[in-house]
Each structure stands twice: as C-alpha cells, then as structure tokens.
C-alpha cells in the first residue's frame, strides 16, 4: 500500500478477521491519517477491503462489519479547521471529539447541538453523521444531517469530494453530506465537516413526572401541545423527563406552568429538579441509551412518535424488552432483547410492521442477531448510490447486510 510519507501504520487484530498462518486471527494493517491529503493517498494507494473506524463507539452497530484488508483510523485526523464565530459556523476534521470541540466552543457560547448518548466516551464529528446518532435535543435542532452545511469526503477510489460550505442555505450540487449521513461507512471516509453552531442557552430546567409509559404518551402530547416549547422529552424506565431552556427571567415562570400543566400523575407529583439532579438524569438517561450489556442486544427503532408507545409495550409484552427509553417527541426509542437471532428478528419485524426501522446498537460478541430488519423500499436506489459511489464494494462490507 502507497500513502503520504507522514502517515502511520501499524497492525491490528480485526473482530472476526480472516485466519492468520498459526490459525489465529490475521493481523489487518492500520493508517492513520492526519491530513486530507494523507486520507486520499492511504485509500487510493490500497486494494481491497477498507474498514473506516473513529473510536471505535459504534463498532457494534449495524450489521458486523466483514474482515478488512485495511483498517483507516480517523483519530488523527482531528482538530479545527475554521470557526467563524460571527456565522454561526465551524469546520473540523471528521476524527474530532464532539465532545472536546464543544469544550472549545463553548468559550465562545457557542455549541454543536447534539447530545447523542455517546459523546462522553469519545464519539466523533465524522462518526456521529455516518450513524445519523442524535439524542434529545433532536426535537429541537434535528440530526446530524439537519446541522451539517458542508463535508469533504473520500472516495473508495481516493477520489476528494467537497460539498457545500459555510454558509448555511447552499442548495447548488450534489448534496453529499446528506447522502454519507447513516451510511456506516460504506459510501466515503468524511475527512471534514462544516455545521451549524447554536448558543448555549442561558438557563435549562428539568422537570421529571413519574408515569407508566402510557400516561407519559398522553401527558407529553399536551406538553408538545402547549406553548411551552420544550427542548427535550424522553421517558425512561419509569418517568418522564421535560427540559425547557431560555433566559434565567423566563424559566421560571414558564416551569410552573410546566408542573400545573402535567399535574399529579398515579405515581406522584411532578417535579423541578436540582441543577445537579437534572444533570444525572440526563447522564442516567444517556447510560441507559448506550447501555452495552454482555448478554443482551440494544436494538434503536425509530417511528412516528405517536406510534412509538405502542410498538414499545408490544415488544415488552412479546419479547420481554427491557431497559427502555422513548422519546416520545422525537419518535426514537432504545430497548434491551434477548441476543437470540429469532427474537432479534422478531423485533425488526414488530416495528417494520409499524412504518418505522429498526437497527441494532450492540449485540454480544459472536452474537448472530441480523442488524436490521426487513429492507426498506429505497432499496433499490440505496444500492444504485453504493455502485455509484463504491463500485467495487471496499467499504464498509457487512454494514447494510443482509441488504447489501
């Protein structure tokens, strides 16, 4: 394999790789880019097979990746290109920490407006749009696809692509960005991404009223009815949580009306919680969402939110779904199952049947369970982008399987 002379190598030991010569797994060689350029260079100047990984916290998703004949590492690819603070803007390298470029952003009061489960344990920018991860703020700013204005990709072929820029209504060419978004790695390496920031918001409140899920449906649909404007609602294991944000001078009065709107649940009162307690409820929540259990899989639904309750109890009562979340406002719900492939199955099929999709967030390891269940009917133009763009199938093999 030919790269940039800067770039670094090393081996690895691939999940489920190919026998080496003592029967063990083989050994599957490792770059590390720093720069675009190096990025181009390593995938032009190799053959076969290409895994794309980051830190490595999604590894588990989708379906099992196939073994690689070479692993391209984006954690060096990291660090701030160009933040136009002014603009709203930021451009980085897809290998950056979310969660240390909004530790630099926030200098400014700035933030990227993603709180995916997770981004304490390292995920990255170009990571977070290639799994379309997102979390409860969604409800307010949308996915990774809805704060992406620009990206520069990289072909399996080496070719670099560049899409939009920083601006943020651009609506001229062929919109790659959006096309790499929850594509797992197997249309094109995202070396650099532009997003939209959002200020950090003067002041947040959490309310948590314990409920049964049905009752939560019933009182977060008045809620999302109301003018309150919440910017997060998600129930998890046995209560609703509510977040507002605005100005210290408005939260107050708008989380009274709050509580008089929710009112005494069967289960108790709402409440206003600590700024500590509101901060491990969420970090509570978030551990739920990425929970990564040895004997279980995490399957992630997605539906329309008013039908998401009900696919959520019929998985509880007919599969014995367990550690689950909803959230009721964004239609994206997590649930533990049983690792077994018919019961994983099973679950695609009770939420396929139901409009929505369904994917695996971790399995066990060895576990057979398919990661996603019946194919959607874009089908056939998922499969025309992936010939298009990767013909010769290097990345991302066993991604999209058993549909690709």
């Known amino acids: 394999m030919t790269t940039h002379d800067s770039t670094t190598h090393d081996s690895t030991i691939h999940p489920g790789g190919t026998a080496g010569p003592d029967g063990g797994p083989a050994a599957v060689p490792v770059a590390r880019p720093a720069t675009l350029a190096e990025a181009v260079s390593a995938l032009a100047g190799s053959t076969g097979r290409v895994l794309l990984r980051g830190t490595g916290t999604a590894t588990d998703w989708a379906g099992r990746a196939e073994p690689a004949d070479l692993v391209l590492d ?236 009900g696919v959520l109890t019929e998985l509880v009562h007919e599969l014995g779904a367990s550690r689950v979340t909803a959230g009721l406002a964004t239609g994206v719900g997590t649930m533990a199952l049983a690792a077994e492939p018919a019961a994983v199955a099973r679950a695609h099929e009770i939420v396929h049947a139901a409009g929505g999709t369904s994917m695996l967030r971790g399995r066990p390891a060895g576990s057979r369970a398919p990661g996603w269940g019946p194919a959607p009917s874009s089908i056939a133009v998922l499969r025309a982008v992936k010939a298009e763009l990767d013909p010769e199938g290097r990345l991302g093999a066993g991604r999209f399987s058993p549909w690709m």
């Not at 997770?118 to 997102?134: C, F, M, Y």
């Not at 998890?236 to 210290?248: F, I, N, P, Q, T």
């Open 74 to 309: 984006t954690t060096a690819l990291s660090g701030v290109i160009t933040h136009n603070p002014g603009d709203m803007t930021v451009g980085v390298h897809g290998g950056t920490p979310l969660r240390e470029l909004n530790a630099t952003l926030a200098e400014h009061g700035q933030r990227v407006a993603l709180d995916a489960a997770r981004i304490d344990r390292g995920a990255t920018v170009g990571g977070l749009v290639a799994t379309a991860d997102a979390g409860p703020a969604a409800l307010v700013h949308g996915s990774p696809r809805d704060l992406v204005i620009g990206a520069t990709v990289v072909l399996a072929d080496g070719t670099a692509a560049r899409t939009g820029g920083h601006v943020i209504k651009n609506v001229a060419g062929y919109d790659l960005a959006k096309l790499v978004h929850g594509s797992h790695g197997t249309l094109a390496l995202i070396a650099e991404v532009v997003l939209r920031l959002h200020p950090v918001p003067p002041a947040t409140a959490t309310v948590r009223w314990p409920a049964r899920l049905p009752e939560a449906a019933r009182a977060a649909a008045a809620v999302l009815a109301s003018p309150l404007e919440p910017s997060a609602v998600e129930w998890c294991g046995d209560g609703l949580l509510v977040r507002l944000e605005g100005s210290a001078a408005a939260l107050g009065p708008r989380t009274e009306r709050l509580l008089d709107l929710l009112g005494d649940s069967a289960d108790g009162p709402p409440q206003r919680l600590a700024e500590v307690d509101a901060v491990a409820e969420w970090a509570e929540h978030a551990a739920v969402v990425d929970a990564r259990p040895d004997d279980a899989a995490m399957l992630r639904i997605g539906c329309r939110p008013s039908r998401l309750p």
